[in-house]
């Protein structure tokens, strides 16, 4: 297993530990917004996982287009349905459009491609 894999497996092993600490002991707007950057850093990670070849800018640019894909998926109401019935599409999908999570969104995106390509030199 190429050892970059083996990074984006710790890392999102890391993240989702961040975004569970964060959520427990931070009030609620910070919790919100870091939670922003840490799905799309997480994203980031499994796009690397997946794909442990591609370039830090390649990821970065599938994170974020992830990211706001489910965002502006949720003015059309089906993640809030999906999410009345399950915690798994409301962790993942979310319920409803908030614009400034397009914002912490692309911060998480560049988060992930800066650590990357330090990691990489």
Not at 15 to 40: C, E, F, N, Q, S
């Amino acid at each position: 297993m190429p050892k970059r894999r083996i990074a984006a497996l710790a890392a999102a092993v890391v993240v989702v530990a961040a975004g569970l600490a964060i959520r427990a002991l931070l009030p609620g707007a910070v919790a919100k917004y870091a939670g922003d950057l840490l799905y799309t850093l997480l994203v980031y990670a499994l796009v690397v996982v997946a794909v442990p070849r591609a370039r830090p800018l390649v990821v970065a640019a599938v994170a974020l287009g992830v990211s706001w894909l489910v965002e502006f998926a949720q003015l059309t109401g089906v993640p809030a349905e999906l999410s009345a019935h399950s915690t798994l599409a409301r962790l993942v999908l979310g319920t409803t459009f908030n614009a400034p999570d397009l914002f912490w969104y692309a911060v998480g995106a560049a988060v992930g491609y800066a650590i990357d390509s330090i990691r990489a030199k």
